[in-house]
């Protein structure tokens, strides 16, 4: 055992004796920093988890009840009693747990040192895409070391909430970033906020897509930045569907070239808008959470995102192939919720509905409906299901948008008109309550 090592081994020694001989106080100091994995010693970490359990059960520590507990192990008592006489107080377990979390980190960033290399090296793990995102995962679980800070009275936030009262109240911030449906708004107590994660469900052509990338190009007009990352369209389709929102051209005419020369005017308006936007692209077919992860980490890290849509979940691939699809979706829906509280985002992620859906005289759609993962509904904050309520033989639909869920607002439905050919949403001021039907254009063109 080399110098540095037996500081270590002594930091440890130290720590585990403070908390047998002065228990909860001494627990208190030293496990702001640390946990039973930040021993490096077995036998160490075997104490600190025993320990650890009686102090939490409200129970005496010290050796007579760690030798009940352990009895019949091979353990040198006569080791351990004197790793507890050697200690003199109790606040001296926080200075020296700091040291054996400090060794800790070293250790875990050698160990993932090792398995980015393993990992370069192994064709087997994957493309170098998603070998580089799996390898950045890992050196950022090492770079987050969180926060620790002991629990507050709910006095002392008293101040901070009138500031935000205040600014609130005087228009300085804005209460939500504004989805520019204005009903939806009024649900969503002023629009999405960082942290949440938001799905919108459909069956597939609903638009889905084309409604969350308004939402993403809606945030990005007001000068939030906001991400789109495709695993179903191209860039370039994305970027087509942009210009003809912003344009108000065909896309279909985008898409052939056959434009007149008011619709060229027109797409080199929307065009001009577009290199305004603070509105970010990516496609990439199947990507994993680590992608996201990398991917999205970068956007907020270089550009300020603030709202990042995610099409669609059930593109996305699994970290783990041996495991079940489902839970291999449960991650991904966990993960992306916990990377937009990380990165203080929205993170908007698309989702596909049962086919059980077309079967119903209602078209409307209910939780239950979300596909495959029920931890969509456990996962997120907000959940809009989109369904077709009146379908026009030009495209210029009458959409029924339903919030399912929503954390801290109301529940209920907002009537979308939606110009399939200028891929635009609107709030439509229809009815929502007969079942949907089919119509032509002609009563409808006239709304848009």
Known sequence: MNEAQTIIHQAESEVIGSVITFGPAAYDAAAQYI???SFSDPLHQQLWSVAERLILKGEDVGLVPLMHILQGQDIDWGHVNAMADGVLSARSAGSRAQIVAAAASER?????AAQVKSIAEDEDEGTVSQRVARSVELLEAVADVRLRQDPRPVAD??????DRLSALAEGKTESGRATGIPRLDKMLSGG???????IVAARPSVGKSSFAQQLAMTHASSGYGSGFF????????LTNRTVANLGRVSLSNIKTGNLSTEQWQRVVEGVENLRSLPLYLYDQPAMTLAEVGAKARLLVRRYGVKTLVVDYLQLMKGGNDRNDRRVQ???????LKQLAKQLGITVVLLSQLNRQI???TNPRPILSDLKECGAIEEDADIVLALWTHVKSDIGLDIKGLAVLKNRDGETGEVALHFNGPHQHWTESTESLQALGKTTTGKRYSEDF
């Open 157 to 162: 936030f008293a101040a901070d909430f009138l």
């Open 108 to 112: 875990a960033i050698r160990k993932a």
């Open 358 to 360: 077309e079967q119903r």
């Open 35 to 37: 946990s039973s994995d």
């Open 329 to 335: 979706l449960e991650e991904i829906t966990r993960g």
């Open 230 to 237: 495709g695993m179903e369209m191209t860039s370039a389709e």
């Open 192 to 198: 999405l906020r960082d942290g949440q994660l938001v």
